[in-house]
């Protein structure tokens, strides 16, 4: 079947056109109906301008520079922008790691999920916001719906605002939601419901979810599958279970490492010192070279090519050619 979302060499720049940051630089994946993917990465390697670019709203020193980005067969980079404002909230809703700061403080639940659902229907329906606005509170598993909906922003816990926001997100009933880091800011056990919730949506009407984190225990509960970026690129691709059994990039394995309970288990913490290198640069060899455990000098000289291996599993690095080559072990401090 045909992919619901298929992004190919997307490329997102920001700043000074003469001497860009290239923030997304030939990202290609795609997202099938019912499934969740999972976009993995620490701050600053491009998930969340991904993101952005695929919703198209960009900072305004921002700007898609190439690629396509298609869903259900209609390409989005091409639509105007009164065009894509419905697309947004309609077809495709994103929701965000702040709660707070996507929700309007002056105005109550009731009224923000009602405009959502307007925004969503037209004019004509406009008397149904308040019973689709109760409805969305429901599914969502706001207790009390009927008191709440008359309630502000600040009388809510921060699992109930995101609730709130997820519930603004399928006002429009979307085919692809976009979760950037939506649990981050909560505590775990909320971080839990709010998974699960998403989960049983999900499981209901075939909704497929874009999920950006950094957090590989969130990956291992909710995805199918996964994209690792770095430096604004792919560098592994594969389905989740395979991926925990052996991954193939030396950058995956340190995101591994830096479980909880590997670390633990391990009795020490995986440290890759370094940061993302700066992106408005023209990189001779790996992006990940100061970083990784693993390097040989070809790194330095040779840029790796993207390559697929085998069942979707795909792979940016010189040493991963075939599968299994023993990495040395990074280095790592007792705990
Ligand atoms: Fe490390 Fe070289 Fe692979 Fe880059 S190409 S991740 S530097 S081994
Ligand atoms: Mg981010």
């Known amino acids: 079947t ?3 979302l298929q992004i190919t060499g997307l490329t997102t720049e920001l700043g000074d056109p003469a001497q860009p940051a290239r923030v997304v630089d030939g990202l290609t994946l795609d997202i099938r109906s019912g499934e969740t993917f999972a976009l993995l990465g620490e701050s600053g390697c491009g998930k969340s301008m991904t993101a952005l670019s695929l919703m198209r709203l960009l900072p305004p020193s921002g700007r898609i520079t190439a690629g396509s980005v298609q869903l259900g067969g209609t390409e989005l980079l091409s639509l105007t922008e009164a065009e894509m404002r419905q697309v947004r909230g309609g077809q495709m809703a994103m929701i965000f790691q702040e709660p707070q700061t996507s929700l309007n403080p002056v105005l ?3 009224t ?3 405009e959502a659902v307007r925004l ?3 004019d004509a329906r406009q008397r149904l916001g308040a019973e689709r606005a109760l409805e969305l509170l429901r599914a969502v598993g706001i207790p009390d719906p009927e008191q709440r909906l008359n309630e502000y922003p600040h009388q809510l816990s921060g699992g109930m605002k995101q609730r709130v926001m997820i519930a603004m997100a399928l006002a429009g009933n979307p085919r692809l939601l976009i979760a950037d880091e939506p649990t981050t800011a909560l505590d775990v056990t909320i971080q839990a419901q709010v998974l699960r919730l998403l989960k049983a949506v999900q499981s209901e009407n075939g909704l497929a979810v874009l999920l950006i984190t950094h957090d590989l225990g969130v990956v291992a509960e909710t995805a199918e599958r996964l994209a690792v970026m770095y430096a604004g690129q792919i560098v592994e691709t594969a389905p989740v279970a395979e991926f925990f059994v052996q991954p193939l990039h030396p950058y995956s394995r340190h995101l ?3 479980l909880p309970e590997a670390s633990k288990r391990h009795g ?6 370094g940061r993302v290198p700066s992106l408005d640069q023209v990189f001779q060899g790996c992006r990940f070279v100061d970083r990784c455990p693993a390097a040989i000098a070809r790194c330095r000289l040779e840029v790796p090519e993207w390559r697929m291996l085998d069942e979707g599993r795909g792979v940016r690095c010189h040493l991963a050619e075939s599968v299994g080559v ?3 072990d990074r280095p790592a401090v007792p705990v």
């Open 2 to 4: 045909k992919p619901l």
């Open 108 to 110: 109550t639940v009731g």
């Open 112 to 114: 923000q999920i009602g």
């Open 120 to 122: 969503h229907q037209g």
């Open 256 to 258: 591994l490492e830096s």
């Open 268 to 273: 020490r913490l995986a440290v890759i010192a």
């Open 326 to 328: 023993e990495v040395p």
